[in-house]
């Protein structure tokens, strides 16, 4: 699968951004599906992750009640929303496949990844 995220940008604290992911092939509603984060000198670092339904979302804490995951299987695309940046929101995010384990957070659990698309937050 390739996947392939857009919708980055340059906004100030405050303001609201979603983020696309396009995937390609025909496996995408087969597979839970999550978005990582970025920045330099830092490991990335997981934000959150649906699961194939749907029904099981998953948050880091710093962005519980402000980012929302969400997925449209027929159009093979996930997003996250993210509303109220702030500067610390500021980073490259990656979306990525997750094929196997249990825990959603695992970045070992990701067997594919987009291109990342930058965000950045001024003050």
């Known amino acids: 699968v390739q996947l392939q995220a857009y919708g980055g940008g340059l906004v100030q604290a405050g303001a609201s951004l979603r983020l696309s992911c396009a995937a390609s092939g025909r496996s995408f509603s087969s597979y839970a599906m999550g978005w990582f984060r970025q920045t330099p000198g830092k490991e990335r670092e997981f934000v959150a992750a649906?699961?194939?339904?749907?029904?099981?979302?998953k948050y880091e804490d710093s962005v519980k009640g402000r980012f929302t995951i969400s997925r449209d299987n027929a159009k093979s695309t996930v997003y996250l929303q993210m509303n109220s940046l702030t500067p610390e929101d500021t980073a490259v995010y990656y979306c990525a496949r997750r094929a196997y384990g249990l825990d959603y957070e695992n970045i070992r659990d990701y067997d594919s990844w987009g291109q990342g698309t930058q965000v950045t937050v001024s003050s």
């Open positions: 649906m699961s194939v339904s749907g029904i099981v979302q």
